[in-house]
């Protein structure tokens, strides 16, 4: 298998995490469902046949995706196949910073996948037809940095409100309010509503919540014995039935069914 990371080059890297190149991946399994993690991606496709959405119930295929596309900001688990003999290059945006390239509002595409020139740009796909041509993952990096920066460039603006509410969020979950946050930021939270809606596509309060099940999530990886009460505790779940409800409706699974389900790579299972 080939995996390759890149940090993209100022400013993008202030806005986008990283690029992921992966090729000649062989899991035994068909299926992973992806967990909501807070991040949102732009997904090149390198080969010719369509890939799927399935149904988190029955398995079956409700979406086609194809090329390129957008995958944005998730509250609900999705299901998709676990990347057997596909070959893609992966923008990872960093949380409630892909706003600046996308035609629309972000809470427009909150729990979908859309085709990325609905989203961002028709200019993805002759991008993509560029990264076809490219021979190696670091010629691919390059050229997409060089693509982003010439389209984008004059776009990238950061909103520093918006980036306190997520970094103080992120950083302790279990310890603010969102009350608290527009309160030291001096917004009201009507305010704060908007522009999270407009720029992260989800209410700060749906974001607290995903970013609390996350830390459950990574909580659960680093122990061994659960003690389920002092998670729930530490991540700043109200009690342990609400960290149940939250964890379940956020995967799928109470948090030992997890625990039993859970794979190799944080936030996805497999099928």
Request: aromatic content about 14%; glycine content about 4%.
């Amino acid at each position: 298998m080939i995996a390759e990371v890149h940090i993209p080059i100022s400013p993008l890297n202030q806005f986008i995490d990283h690029f992921f190149y992966h090729a000649g991946y062989h899991p035994e399994h068909l299926v992973d469902k992806l967990l909501p993690d807070g991040e949102v991606q732009l997904i090149f496709d390198l080969t010719d046949y369509p890939k799927y959405i399935y149904d988190n119930e029955t398995l079956e295929e409700i979406q086609t995706c194809q090329k390129v596309w957008f995958s944005g900001f998730r509250t609900t688990p999705i299901t998709i196949p676990s990347g057997r003999e596909s070959e893609m290059l992966i923008v990872q945006f960093k949380k409630g910073k892909a706003f600046p390239f996308l035609m629309e509002p972000m809470h427009v595409l909150t729990n979908f996948v859309v085709d990325a020139e609905q989203a961002i740009s028709p200019e993805m796909l002759r991008i993509r037809e560029q990264l076809l041509e490219a021979l190696t993952p670091v010629e691919k990096f390059q050229l997409l940095e060089v693509q982003l920066l010439k389209q984008y460039r004059s776009r990238l603006k950061e909103n520093p409100f918006v980036d306190f509410a997520i970094g103080t969020i992120v950083s302790s979950p279990d310890q603010y309010s969102i009350k608290q946050i527009a309160a030291k930021a001096g917004y009201s939270q009507k305010h704060i509503i908007k522009l999270f809606k407009e720029q992260v596509g989800v209410t700060p309060k749906a974001f607290l919540k995903v970013i609390r099940f996350q830390k459950a999530i990574q909580q659960i990886e680093a122990q061994g014995v659960m003690d389920w009460p002092a998670i729930a505790y530490d991540c700043g779940f109200y009690d342990q039935s609400h960290f149940i409800a939250d964890f379940k409706h956020f995967s799928g699974f109470t948090p030992s069914e997890y625990v039993k389900q859970r794979g190799d790579y944080l936030n996805y299972i497999p099928l």
